[in-house]
């Protein structure tokens, strides 16, 4: 079986790169780092790729908020190349700051020009949350990472700014009846919940969006934290399940179609 090349963005202050290498090797796929500037010198090495994953960090120092300096690169310096990369259907992966970038350069809920539609901000609780959550897929979303996946993901997140906020009620109503809300915050019982289980009290517990293609996720919790049941908090206790690795996977084999 093929293994499709996948392409990890590195700008500097992201720190997750190899987490997120490591994952897709784990998932079938063979992993390279890239860093930004050497993108810019030869965009086609985001064209051979067959799949593109934007990892966690802090991004320039996330100088002026959160992703949005990293959003300038995507939305300004690879706006032609990444609009050919996702409208030829391959999967691009937002995780964290990653996905704080995709949402400010417009890519999610998208297009770019589309006007804004969302934000990522300060989380409720005014403070950094480090904890481990509980994310529920949502049925019948077009999400090519989470498509026929019914399993609840376990994942920490680790993140000072990702309350999801829509820019108003037309915003989130436009986002739910598409099932552009791949992945929601539940509680252990997989019922919706409010903090800490929702640790940024996003709007509608909204932990992950897609494209209305569905071949672009983003997500603030790291799944790539959870992809060995060793990974599991608890699992010297005879504790695990939830792993994130088939949230992977899927797009792997998304991936081998490109």
Known sequence: MSRPRVLVLHATGTNRDREAAWAVSAAGGDAEIVHVNALRANPGRLHAAQMLILPGGFSYGDSL??????????????????????????????????????VKSGWLPGPPGDGARATLTRNASNRFECRWVSLRPTPGSPCVFTRDLEEAIYCPVAHGEGRFVPTDGAALQRLVVSKQVALTYVDGHGRPASYPHNPNGSVAGIAGICNEKGNVLGLMPHPEDHVNPTQHPSWTRGRGGGLGLPLFRRGIDYARQC
């Open 65 to 102: 908020g959160a992703g949005r300096l990293w959003a300038i690169d995507l939305r300004w310096l690879f706006h032609d190349a990444l609009a050919r990369f996702i409208e030829a259907g391959k999967p691009v992966l937002g995780i964290c700051n990653g996905f704080q970038a995709l």
